[in-house]
């Protein structure tokens, strides 16, 4: 069924777009039409995870193919620097050209994180030391930078959408050049943007597309938990808003969302231009998803579906146009993914247990295959992890006796919280078993706060990080 005959493959990777809110998976709203083209004449996955709902953790688990717990990048202070081979580095390594363009979350420049160029890229703030108020996390401190999400909304540019505008350039630029210069073995291009991640204000031409559309409303719900209750004074954003500010915020994000449709639009016109497009796969993932509203929280760190819900479509040859696939799937299976669209061989032993082909999955579903992601960041006071497996969606709060438990069969909004529920006892104790063969998440939450005790050290401690410079979301340049 699929062509195992090697491709280029380009990757496009955005920044914060949840799952639903594309017209090929469901919104009945936003305009879409490249990433339809994508789930038109390709697989579309209806399951797919992030590792983890924060940047910096996610985006290493994407390039090396482990966990949070294995690479032990649990926040936005503990960043990918190359300590772990990334399928980056494999190809490389093995004379594929790889080359990204724009966002990669990295620490910083000169380490060797696998590419042979990065043009455009963004690295951590802070020289590299990232948002190191995150480490803070026992006692949660006050957050002061929440009231920044709702000032900066509606039609306009940001230095997020010049940014990438840039990326497109510079992206379009080299599928002008460089294909043609390639030849002796596939290439892979990494084109990462930033969109649609706040600030939610987007370009005054696609933010008229919503103006007077009525969106799908988020459940508002606010969950009665002990720990998302703390989550939620430390992410206290809702607090900012009014409806009308609401409806204005969620307009720039759908507007976000087709801007970074438009900006992907010129770039595969390109590869068309090109005449790589029949011997290139393409990819469109992203790091994790956006909350919007939903539950009362905005941007992401929670493991409700919105922001642990990721968007994951594949075309190429080989696979087949239109095709839904329900396997439970990661962005850990990227790196597996990549290798064996350019026809790279390595070794099983050499594979992380948690990458593996996407297209395998295309071939032979697997409805029985479980995922799991986890959070070690800013505002939360114990480590969480989340556990997907058939219908069920299993959350665990270290150190705490608190589940959650959802069945998204019959519960798609998460509305219905089964955690304490005495008649899914058997449910619950079959999902934590299976969590236990992969890990001890009381163990995972020691280590991670044990790194952070010791990272805090190394920085001058806790009055120090406090002194250093916070923001809500990092600064280009």
């Given at each position: ?75 936005s202070a503990e960043p990918y620097h190359g300590q772990q081979e990334s399928w980056a580095h494999a190809l490389r390594d093995a004379g594929h050209p790889v080359v990204s363009i724009g966002k990669l979350h990295f620490r910083k ?36 930078d929440t009231a920044e999400l709702a000032e900066e909304i509606g039609a306009g540019e940001t230095s997020y959408t010049e940014y990438d505008r840039r990326v497109t350039s510079e992206a379009v630029k080299w599928l002008k050049t ?122 992401k760190s929670v493991m409700y579906e919105d922001s642990v819900g990721v968007p994951l479509m594949m075309m190429g040859r080989g696979l087949p146009d239109g095709a839904v696939n329900d396997t439970p799937v990661s962005l850990t ?145």
């Open positions: 069924m699929h062509d195992p005959k090697p491709q280029n493959l380009i990757i496009f990777c955005s920044d914060e777009h949840t799952r639903r809110i594309a017209r090929c998976y469901g919104d009945p709203v936003v305009k879409t039409p490249a990433l339809d083209t994508f789930a038109r004449q390709g697989v579309r996955f209806a399951s797919a995870y992030t590792p983890s709902p924060i940047c910096v953790p996610a985006r290493t688990s994407l390039h090396t193919g482990l966990q949070v717990h294995e690479t032990r990048c649990w926040s420049g000169g380490d060797d994180h696998g590419f042979d160029e990065e043009i455009e890229p963004m690295y951590l703030a802070n020289e590299g030391r990232g948002w190191v108020k995150g480490l803070l996390r026992d006692p949660l401190p006050p957050y002061d460089y294909p043609r210069k390639f030849t002796r073995k596939p290439w892979v291009l990494f084109v990462s943007f930033i969109s649609p991640h706040y600030p939610l204000k987007c370009p005054e031409e696609f933010y008229r597309l919503y103006e007077r559309q009525t969106l799908p409303e988020p459940p508002c719900q606010r969950p009665e938990h002990e720990v998302l209750e703390e989550m939620a004074r430390f992410w206290n954003y809702d607090e900012y808003f009014d409806d009308g500010l609401r409806e204005v915020t969620r307009k720039g994000y759908y507007g976000l969302v087709s801007f970074l449709d438009d900006n992907i639009r010129q770039v595969m016109e390109a590869l068309e231009d090109s005449g790589s497009a029949r011997d290139t796969s393409v990819m469109y993932i992203s790091d994790h998803g956006e909350m919007l509203g939903s539950h009362g929280f905005w941007t299976d990227v790196a597996a993914t990549v290798k064996q669209v350019v026809g790279l061989k390595q070794p099983q032993a050499r594979e992380p247990w948690m990458s593996r082909p996407l297209q395998g999955f295309v071939e032979r579903p697997e409805a029985d295959r479980f995922i799991i992601s986890e959070y070690h960041d800013g505002g939360s006071p114990c480590g969480i992890t989340m556990l997907r497996h058939r219908q069920w969606k299993y959350v665990h709060y270290a150190v705490r006796d608190c589940p959650q438990l959802f069945d998204l069969a019959t519960d798609p909004q998460e509305l219905s919280d089964l955690g304490r529920s005495r008649m899914h006892e058997r449910e619950r104790d079959m999902l934590r078993t299976l969590l236990g063969h992969v890990l001890d998440p009381e163990t995972v939450n020691a280590e991670a706060f044990a790194n952070q005790r010791k990272l805090i050290a190394e920085l001058g401690g806790e009055d120090a990080i406090r002194q250093m410079a916070s923001f809500g979301y990092t600064p280009v340049g």
